[in-house]
């Protein structure tokens, strides 16, 4: 099974060096990326390694995984998950039933994101490698 944090990890980085044409969404995933790694100061290597370091997550990456996630729709202007991203986010990987169950109703529970630090509720939603 993929991860959900491998497979956004892979999707992005690896659309950031793709040479092929992009879709929309693709664009502004690589454009968010930039931005946010931009902001938090995100080095190369660090978007290498990034689902090594999401494991333990320093406040800068805290950080930088909260600007992309507002960025990019999945928390709204109040901090709250947006549900419908979420669900097209599962809809990707390969996950039984009661997996994916079990990660929406997860992110269901998860209160405001307001601070980096509240971005560790996003990440215990995550299944693990």
């Not at 039933?97 to 990440?123: G, L, P, Q, Y």
Request: net charge neutral; with cysteine; charged share 35%.
């Amino acid at each position: 099974m993929c991860s959900l944090k491998t497979l956004v990890c892979c999707f992005l980085i690896g659309a950031i060096y793709a040479e092929k044409e992009l879709s929309e969404e693709k664009k502004k995933a690589v454009e968010v990326l930039i931005e946010c790694g931009k902001k938090w100061d995100i080095s190369e290597e660090e978007f290498q390694n990034m689902d090594q370091l999401m494991k333990d997550p320093t406040d800068k990456i805290l950080c930088f995984l909260k600007c992309t996630a507002e960025k990019d729709g999945t928390l709204d202007e109040a901090g709250n998950v947006e549900m419908k991203k979420i669900d097209r986010i599962t809809a990707m990987m390969k996950l039984k039933h009661d997996e994916e169950n079990s990660i929406k109703e997860c992110f269901r529970k998860v209160s405001k994101v307001k601070t980096c630090a509240d971005f560790r509720n996003i990440m215990k939603c995550m299944p693990s490698n």
